[in-house]
Each structure stands twice: as structure tokens, then as C-alpha cells.
């Protein structure tokens, strides 16, 4: 059983929830000291019923915990905070517990990336959750890119020593004018909701050192017209004058413009038999 618990504010523990956490013969847990500390505030004894599952061992307890669902085991899945499987551990537990033909139940509950959603005022009609963008190199930089583009609004996770960097890059891919909410420590006593553009995001954050873990809301990219052939032609020329090989050329219009290769080649085609 999955069972989502407080982001910060104790006080959103379902009933259901404590229900599950008192009657678990094993509670399966990303860091025993934080679930320590959830059961000794709800008065219940923890004794050796916690096993240990995070990011590091998730894929070798697999087997550990289909044994113990194989005797009978009453089973509960948390994290640190807010639903497991989210950026968390907890997806491979269900994949494989679901394979192995074992019920898998969920009690809901606190989610920082639904909370900051729907508080950030930007439209949550259609969102993408795209957790933590890569730290570097080119994985980083086609991630920004495909976020930037994307018309649906997106959400972000990001640790405090890296959202100064993380918000500058996707202003630089996005552009400043880009609407945007950072939201951090959500339900907790310095709870902070900040709401304007990527360039002032940057401007921001630089007042202060950021503190808590944040939750990056990014408006879609506004719609843009469908490319037609003089847009294709265009780009081709452009790519092609500059000296780079028709091959690269195709690749890099298809994808700019968002249009069939086959549209992209056959132009690429014309152009060179014109000379």
C-alpha cells in the first residue's frame, strides 16, 4: 500500500493514512529517522518494522519485499514527504508487486508538485511534470529546449543550491517574458509563493539565498503557427549558405520547425538542383 504523507504540515495526515501506518507489519520507508519521527508523533512504536528503501537500494529490495508480500505481509510504502513514486522511490516497488500479482492499494495524500500547481495561477487544463531537469551537458540542454517549447504548463522540482542556475536557463531558453511561480515550503511556517516572469525570477533570487526545496511552475510556450514552405525553404537556405551539410540541415529545420522530414528533404532536394 502507498500512502502519501505531509509535505511540511503534519496536520494533513489522512485518517486513512494513520489507519495504514498503525496496522503495517512493515513499513517500507526512504529514511527510517524521518518515518521514526512521523510514528512518535502519532504515538505509535516503530520497533523494527521500518526497512530501509530509497534511490541507492529501491531495485534490490525489490525481491525482499515480494517475499515478505508472499507471507502475507501487510505492507505500507512512504517517503520523506508527499507521495512515494514522484521523484521518490516507490515506482519500481509497484512495478514489481503488480507483476508478481499482488494487490497494490494507494491512500492519497499531500503532493507538492499538484499543490504547487494549482497554486501557482497558471493554467493546470493540460501540465507536464518534468521532475528534475539533468544537471549538465547536452542532456541539459535538449531537456530546456523541449520545455521551453512545450505548450503545456510545466512543472519542475529543484534543490536550493541549484534554482538560481536551473531558472536562468530557462530564461535563456525561454525567454524573460516567460510567466512563471516559484513555490517553496509549501504548508511549512516560511511557506513562500512567488509569481511573474523568468526575469524576474532571476532578479529575485538573487535578493536572497534560497532556502528549502522549490517547485519551478512554468507557463506553456504560446501556440505558433504551422510553418509552411517558404518558412522550410528559408531555413534551409539559411543553414545551407552557411555551409553546413544538407543532412545536418534536414535534421536541424525538422526539428525547428516541427514539420515532416519528408517536406524538409524534398526542399532540401529542389534547392540544390537550382543551384
Given amino acids: 500500500m502507498l500512502v502519501g504523507t505531509p509535505i511540511g504540515n503534519l496536520g494533513d495526515l489522512s485518517p486513512r493514512a494513520v489507519e495504514a501506518l498503525t496496522t503495517a507489519d512493515t513499513i517500507a520507508c526512504e529514511d527510517t529517522r524521518r518515518t521514526r519521527a512521523l510514528l512518535s508523533h502519532l504515538g505509535l512504536p516503530a520497533g523494527r518494522r521500518l526497512l530501509a528503501v ?10 525482499g519485499v515480494l517475499a515478505r508480500l508472499d507471507k502475507g505481509e501487510r505492507l505500507v510504502v512512504v517517503t520523506d514527504a508527499g507521495m ?19 494487490t ?6 499531500p503532493s507538492a508538485m499538484i499543490a504547487a500547481l494549482v497554486v501557482s495561477g497558471l493554467s493546470t487544463g493540460r501540465f507536464c511534470f518534468e521532475g528534475f531537469l539533468p ?21 519542475l522540482f529543484e534543490a536550493p543550491h541549484r534554482v ?22 509549501l504548508t511549512k511556517l516560511h511557506e513562500e509563493i512567488w509569481r ?7 532578479e529575485h533570487l538573487e535578493t536572497k539565498e534560497p532556502r528549502g526545496e522549490f ?22 537556405r539559411s543553414r545551407l549558405d552557411a555551409g553546413i551539410d544538407k543532412r545536418t540541415a534536414v535534421a536541424e529545420v525538422t526539428a525547428a520547425l516541427r514539420v515532416p522530414k519528408r517536406l524538409v528533404y524534398d526542399t532540401a532536394l529542389r534547392i540544390t538542383r537550382e543551384g
Fill in 54 to 63: 530509497h534511490d541507492h537500494n529501491e531495485a534490490a529490495q525489490v525481491a
Fill in 84 to 102: 512515494p513514486g514522484i521523484s521518490d522511490p516507490g515506482e519500481r516497488l509497484v512495478a514489481g508487486a503488480a507483476a508478481a500479482g499482488h
Fill in 135 to 155: 544537471r549538465k551537458g547536452a542532456a541539459r540542454a535538449q531537456r530546456l529546449a523541449e520545455v521551453a517549447a512545450d505548450t503545456r504548463t510545466i512543472v
Fill in 196 to 202: 511573474g516572469t523568468l526575469e524576474g525570477a532571476v
Fill in 215 to 236: 517547485v519551478v511552475v512554468l507557463d506553456g510556450s504560446p501556440p505558433q503557427e504551422p510553418a509552411g514552405e517558404s518558412d522550410v525553404e528559408d531555413a534551409l
Fill in 164 to 185: 538560481r542556475q536551473t531558472v536562468a536557463d530557462l530564461a535563456g531558453a525561454a525567454g524573460g517574458l516567460r510567466r512563471v511561480a516559484l513555490v517553496r515550503e
Fill in 104 to 109: 497494490v492499494e494507494v491512500v492519497p495524500g
